[in-house]
């Protein structure tokens, strides 16, 4: 678990390959590396077509392309946390990811215990420990890009957004949202009503959960369809089977949805013809970047928080067939703006 043993183990990884190329062997086999990584899940589950299998994705691509072995816990409760980092931590993990905001308690304590093992956390934060790394994402960047698209696609020019509970990782999507919405609205003098949330006041439509495709979450997408919104932004995970039922029984064809954490187009066919884009934040890039940079670049391990932003790729709006033309030009734009810090997203 220290830097000798990772370079050593770049240098075995190098003469596997020559020795390969030497022997006529396929050269496309990947040779292993002494690192293990390993992640431990919120309650969602690795299949929950978001941030969980976000961060899987990224373990397995690290396990496929560098040749790393991977190890991991699922959970399913708040009481499989301590003992599932336990466990990786009993494994020998050089690295373990914490997925999710859930789990910061957890993963501080683990790291606290163990100062000699290294821990990330997925939108979380560190507790003074140096060898828990936080990575977070500025989601109003990409969100802001997605309220700007859903104003000018809307008919009813009504757009809603709900959340799952009132904590920054969550309500950063909504912000973005609806200050995107309102640069729309500004600047072609059309109203746009943004309903489910009010950044000033910070109040706004909430599950008090991440259950998906709950009944609660079905009520909150229903009455938000009431209220006149045909594109709604749900910021909770997989929520995307409710939000289409909502738009069945309302009797509403034309209503369209933004996805999250991941391209929903891509993950959940059945629902692409309702999917206008999806803000994405993508922890898979995050995660195969750090373990490269340990067990292949040779880096030290650094508790330095990693922030994912349009600039550096960390997060993005999905490519869509109905965004095109002037509306993707004006995107890109956005973008550009954003990037540059002449457009702050949250105002």
Not at 92 to 110: E, H, K, Q, Y
Not at 243 to 263: F, P, R
Not at 286 to 308: C, M, N
């Amino acid at each position: 678990m220290n830097i000798i043993t990772r370079n050593s183990a770049k240098v075995l990884s190098i003469a596997a390959v020559a020795a390969l190329a030497l022997t006529g062997c396929s050269s496309s086999a990947v040779p292993k590396v002494d690192f293990k990584a390993c992640a431990v899940s919120d309650e969602g589950s690795w299949n929950d077509k978001s941030f969980n299998e976000s961060v899987m994705d990224g373990l397995t691509k690290a396990e496929s392309e560098l040749g790393v072995e991977i190890a991991d816990a699922e959970s399913n409760s708040a009481e499989d946390f301590a003992p599932n980092l336990q466990q990786m931590v009993d494994a020998s993990c050089d690295i373990t990811f914490a997925v999710g905001f859930n789990l910061v308690a957890d993963v501080n304590a683990a790291a606290k215990a163990n100062a000699d093992v290294h821990f990330v956390t997925i939108d979380g934060w560190s507790e003074g420990n140096a060898n828990l790394k936080p990575v977070g994402y500025a989601m109003e960047q990409s969100s802001y890009l997605a309220g700007y698209a859903a104003a000018a696609y809307s008919t009813s020019k009504v757009v809603g957004t709900y959340g799952g509970m009132q904590i920054d990782a969550v309500t950063a999507f909504m912000d973005g949202f609806y200050y995107g919405a309102k640069a729309y609205e500004k600047e072609t003098g059309t109203p746009i009503t943004v309903v489910g949330w009010d950044p000033v006041a910070k109040t706004g439509d909430f599950m008090g959960d991440f259950t998906p495709n709950s009944g609660v979450s079905k009520t909150i997408a229903a009455s938000q369809i009431q209220a006149g919104a045909d594109v709604i932004l749900p910021v909770a995970g997989d929520q995307f089977g409710a939000v289409s039922e909502a738009y069945d029984e309302a009797g509403s064809t034309a209503g369209v949805m933004i996805g999250v954490d991941k391209n929903i187009a891509v993950t959940s066919p059945q629902y692409a013809d309702r999917v206008l884009t999806s803000v994405e934040k993508r922890m898979t890039n995050a995660v195969y970047d750090i373990i490269k940079a340990l067990a292949i670049d040779g880096e030290e391990f650094s508790g330095d928080a990693y922030l994912g932003t349009l600039a550096n790729g960390g997060t993005a709006l999905s490519d869509s067939d109905k965004i095109s033309g002037d509306l993707k030009t004006k995107l890109d734009e956005l973008s550009a703006g954003i990037q540059d810090g002449s457009i702050d997203p949250k105002a």
